[in-house]
């Protein structure tokens, strides 16, 4: 849909020249070339209607960050409070048109690499537009000649000040990469969008990886993301005593993940068999099917399963299970965190299943799960009353704050909400399955068949 620029100019002239203002405190407040702009609750809201209707236009939304776009629309404002209030109208029409025809020329070609943690590769994998890898002597090498080349000419820098910047910013910024797995994409945008483009682009590729290598092990200790944003490996050092008599229970816990996600040609190979390619082809298009992006959300929402941590394992305690009994894993788990992640289990199940958003949610998404997983009669029925009663656990939690929950449940969700999703993904394009009336109309088959 194309924006209105007539609604923006006159919710940003309403801001400037005042009309039936009622001064309120202020909620919004910058500084620009030593004017001090504030603004109220009713000011605030035409700014915000202002910003809405500008991310209409696709070249704006896919190409300039919100940042830059509030700071171009706060920019009019203090400009056209410079003028006398006559000719504010007058300001703002012209600057509003002036920064719609100046989105192309911030547009850029950027290559952005982001360290991802706990994920080791056999191979170098591509998904969409991302490409996974390890980051090798020759890709630092290529970076630090990128910041050779940026100084070659700077006439600022003696040659051991160039020298110097170079070996700073190398231990600044490649050392820690080297021989860690990273992805790097390119994408053209603006600065500021460049990077959040790029990290929607990892994050959708990522969410993909854990769709298939998450599994029964996967909730267990392994775990993958961008580096920063995923709990990382860490012993926590916990004191406790009664106060009522002499006795210590000092404990060490481990938190994060305790294995290395790694794919090798055998994952590899299982991947592409359920769908991989599919997704491949999916992330690189522009215009994405209703039912394309309803996947994509839904694997969102599964990926975002694993990015709640369960460890709290004392560290004595699991070396000597180990060391005795490699094969035993126990429950050894906080169960508010197991509640966390039914929580999300069923939000994927619910993004994947349902239409509409006033419909019979619990007894629908029990049912089309029952329809899309279930080969028989009986099958059917206990995915249907099995869903039907996680649904139930998932309320309580919601309401209440806690509920029990197994591992076993949660493990048994987590297996049917990532089977749901990969049918579907291996089901589109067999039965042209691409908009909202085609995915209920199959729903409908399935019911009445």
Request: charge should be positive; include cysteine.
């Amino acid at each position: 849909m194309p924006e209105d620029k007539v609604i923006i100019k006159d919710a940003l002239t309403s801001i400037c020249t005042g009309t039936g203002t009622v001064q309120q405190s202020p909620v919004r407040f910058w500084m620009q070339d030593n004017l001090a702009v504030s603004l109220d609750g009713r000011e605030s809201l035409k700014f915000g209607e202002a910003v809405r209707e500008t991310l209409k236009n696709s070249l704006v939304l896919e190409n300039l960050s919100i940042s830059e776009i509030e700071q171009a629309m706060q920019a009019i404002i203090s400009n056209a409070l410079k003028l006398p209030t006559q000719r504010r109208r007058a300001q703002v029409e012209s600057e509003v048109d002036g920064f719609f025809a100046s989105v192309r020329r911030r547009i850029e070609e950027f290559e952005v690499v982001v360290p991802i943690y706990n994920l080791r590769l056999s191979n170098t994998l591509k998904l969409g537009d991302v490409r996974f890898e390890t980051f090798s002597e020759y890709q630092a090498k290529k970076w630090i000649k990128a910041f050779k080349d940026l100084l070659r000419n700077n006439p600022h820098y003696d040659e051991a000040a160039k020298k110097e910047m170079v070996a700073s910013n190398t231990k600044r910024f490649i050392e820690s990469l080297k021989n860690g797995v990273c992805a790097k994409t390119k994408v053209c945008a603006s600065e500021r969008r460049a990077n959040e483009v790029a990290f929607r682009k990892i994050n959708e590729a990522l969410d993909i990886i854990k769709l298939y290598c998450l599994t029964r092990e996967g909730p267990r200790g392994s775990n993958a993301g961008l580096k920063g944003e995923v709990l990382e490996r860490t012993i926590r050092s916990v004191l406790m005593r009664p106060t009522s008599r002499k006795a210590l229970y000092p404990s060490l816990e481990k938190m994060g993940p305790l294995y290395e996600l790694e794919i090798d040609a055998t994952l590899l190979k299982m991947m592409r068999k359920y769908g991989l390619r599919k997704l491949d082809c999916t992330l690189i298009k522009k215009n994405r099917s209703w039912v394309e992006r309803k996947i994509l959300r839904a694997i969102y929402w599964f990926s975002r399963i694993f990015d709640t941590p369960l460890q709290k394992i004392d560290d004595e305690k699991i070396l000597a299970i180990r060391g005795s009994h490699p094969d035993i894993t126990e429950e050894i788990f906080e169960y508010g965190r197991i509640n966390d992640r039914l929580v999300k289990a069923v939000v994927a199940l619910e993004s994947l299943l349902v239409l509409e958003k006033r419909e019979a949610v619990q007894n629908n998404i029990a049912e089309r799960a029952a329809y899309v997983l279930g080969k028989d009669f009986e099958t059917r029925k206990n995915i249907k009353r099995f869903i039907k009663k996680v649904y139930e656990y998932r309320s309580e939690t919601v309401h209440n704050g806690f509920t029990y929950v197994s591992w076993g449940e949660l493990n048994q969700l987590t297996q049917l909400v990532r089977g749901a999703i990969i049918t579907m993904i291996l089901r589109k394009d067999r039965l042209k399955l691409e908009s909202k009336d085609d995915f209920y109309e199959y729903f409908e088959k399935m019911k009445l068949s």
